[in-house]
């Protein structure tokens, strides 16, 4: 059977429109076959959201947007496509937020929890979450543009200032303070250089004293341990001579204010004046009577007999 040209363009303009058909579909992200489940969400402004915008539910693709439409109230309606029948609790809400940091957006669907699903053709809420960016005022952005003006006019200055440091004058200063740099690190190298062999002989004399050190502190190791053991039990000792002599402050302090108060023989002694004339003037007296048994002891002895004296 042979067909005629006209069938043949006719066949080849129905595929050509079922080909486009489908990928208008597949660019906006809409299944070929319409198995889907529709949600209806209620807005008052979409901004950024066009058919073919993406669905998501806790950050994983669920559909797309399949229409837009402005109502009469200035309500817009937009219907979501779930993929493969895909439903949602009843009480969702369906957000619409930034997908990056540019003027991307999508749905993302907050789910309720409720446990009837909405079914096809049914209707959601819907919010609009205000970006970042959205949320900067004109006045910010102008404040915004000013500070940065005027950083970069400080930071514009500060470079004059900079570059203003490194005149011809200046240049040649920090040109000689180099070259001085230079002179005393070589003076220094070559100092060094001929020092050498005395920097050498320096730290192989400390580290044989280090080692001699370390021998004799290992050899006598006994002797120090005995030697501390002995100072501890001294300081032992002193320690309890110590809290002895103190004992003994306190009990002398105890005795002398008993006597300035009186206290006692001393303390009368000390205190009482008769007493001490008292005793002042048999002082006197014995004084005279010896006095007087070597002047004259016959005076004192002749009373006496021999048999009464022995």
Avoid at 273 to 293: C, F, H, N, V, W
Wanted: proline share 2%.
């Amino acid at each position: 059977m042979k067909l005629s040209n006209e069938f043949k363009i006719g066949l080849i303009v129905v595929l050509a429109a079922f080909v486009t058909w489908i990928g208008f579909r597949l660019m906006q992200d809409n299944p070929i076959l319409s198995l889907d489940t529709e949600v209806k969400v209620v807005y008052d402004r979409v901004d950024g959201i066009n058919a073919g915008s993406l669905v998501y539910l806790r950050g994983v693709k669920i559909g797309s947007v399949k229409s837009v439409a402005l109502t009469e109230t200035d309500s817009i309606h937009v219907t979501l496509s779930l993929d493969n029948g895909r439903q949602i609790p009843r009480g969702s809400i369906g957000v619409i937020t930034a997908t990056s940091l540019v003027d991307s957006k999508g749905i993302h669907i907050r789910a309720g929890t409720s446990t009837e699903m909405v079914p096809s053709g049914g209707r959601i809420e819907g919010i609009y979450a205000i970006s970042v960016l959205e949320s900067i005022s004109a006045e910010d952005t102008q404040s915004l543009t000013q500070g940065a003006s005027g950083a970069f006019e400080g930071i514009q200055g500060a470079s004059e200032g900079f570059a203003g440091l490194f005149n011809d004058t200046t240049q040649a200063s920090f040109q000689a303070s180099m070259q001085n740099v230079e002179r005393s690190t070589e003076e220094l190298a070559s100092i060094l250089e001929g020092k050498k062999s005395d920097v050498d002989a320096t730290i192989e004399s400390a580290r044989s004293l280090m080692a001699q050190l370390d021998t004799l502190a290992t050899d006598n190791r006994a002797q120090v341990e005995t030697t501390m053991i002995q100072l501890e039990a001294t300081l032992q000792e002193l320690e309890t001579t110590s809290q002895e002599l103190n004992e003994a402050i306190v009990t002398l302090n105890s005795i002398l204010t008993k006597m300035d108060e009186g206290e006692g023989s001393l303390g009368l002694l000390l205190n009482d004046p008769s007493l001490y004339q008292e005793m002042d003037s048999l002082s006197a007296e014995l004084k005279t009577l010896t006095r007087g048994i070597n002047d004259d002891p016959k005076r004192y002895l002749r009373h006496l007999r021999l048999f009464r004296l022995f």
